[in-house]
T-cell receptor
Framework: DAGVTQSPTHLIKTRGQQVTLRCSPK?????VSWYQQALGQGPQFIFQ???????QRGNFPDRFSGHQFPNYSSELNVNALLLGDSALYLC?????????FGPGTRLTVL | GNSVTQMEGPVTLSEEAFLTINCTYT??????LFWYVQYPGEGLQLLLK?????DKGSNKGFEATYRKETTSFHLEKGSVQVSDSAVYFC????????????FGTGTRLKVLA
């Protein structure tokens, strides 16, 4: 079992650019959640996808959007990047209850 | 609203010392409670969970008991090892109506040989 995988591992962008992060859930999991973890902080919930629909959203602006595909994999898109978007972006998958996290994508915005 | 409060770190202990990391929560309804661990440069790993009052979650020598009367879920280990050095996050999720995890700010544990 591959567990939750994310790509890329690291990414460097400049202000104003757009970025797409990818996540493949653990086998058998149909729900994917995305989190932003700033340095020294706990993860902050961005949104959750289930059956290709956004089911729940945290307090993030519309610049953050996502998608879930029929195979349950997911993408997180961030437009018009700001310096403050620099963080570790975590994907978590679940089927019923506990969430299992991927290793994250470290995004640096210069 | 829902929230999780953890004791501030860092916590520094000698090997084989007893560990307690405090966690209290505020939630409507009946949340499930979790402890996650994050090693340097890695994502979060589920350490243990409890889904109802008085449940005890345990794994790798760590334990935590869901105390509804004190709204607490303190993490304990009888004898820590250097390899336990990491950041520990307490989290809750409501079991109905919403599906997002609420995390505490994390507590860094450093164990010295």
């Amino acid at each position: 079992d591959a567990g939750v995988t994310q790509s890329p591992t690291h990414l460097i962008k400049t202000r104003g650019q757009q970025v797409t992060l990818r996540c493949s859930p653990k086998s058998g999991h149909d729900t994917v959640s995305w989190y932003q973890q700033a340095l020294g902080q706990g993860p902050q919930f961005i949104f959750q996808y289930y059956e290709e629909e956004e089911r729940q959203r945290g307090n993030f602006p519309d610049r953050f959007s996502g998608h879930q595909f029929p195979n349950y994999s997911s993408e997180l898109n961030v437009n018009a990047l700001l310096l403050g978007d620099s963080a570790l972006y975590l994907c978590a998958s679940s089927s019923n209850g506990a969430q299992y996290f991927g290793p994250g994508t470290r995004l640096t915005v210069l | 609203g829902n929230s999780v409060t953890q004791m501030e770190g860092p916590v520094t202990l000698s090997e084989e010392a007893f560990l307690t990391i405090n966690c209290t929560y505020t939630a409507t309804g009946y949340p499930s409670l979790f402890w996650y661990v994050q090693y340097p440069g890695e994502g979060l790993q589920l350490l243990l969970k409890a889904t109802k009052a008085d449940d005890k979650g345990s794994n790798k020598g760590f334990e935590a008991t869901y105390r509804k009367e004190t709204t607490s879920f303190h993490l304990e280990k009888g004898s820590v090892q250097v390899s336990d050095s990491a950041v520990y996050f307490c989290a809750l999720i409501r079991t109905s109506g919403t599906y997002k995890y609420i995390f505490g700010t994390g507590t860094r544990l450093k164990v010295l040989a």
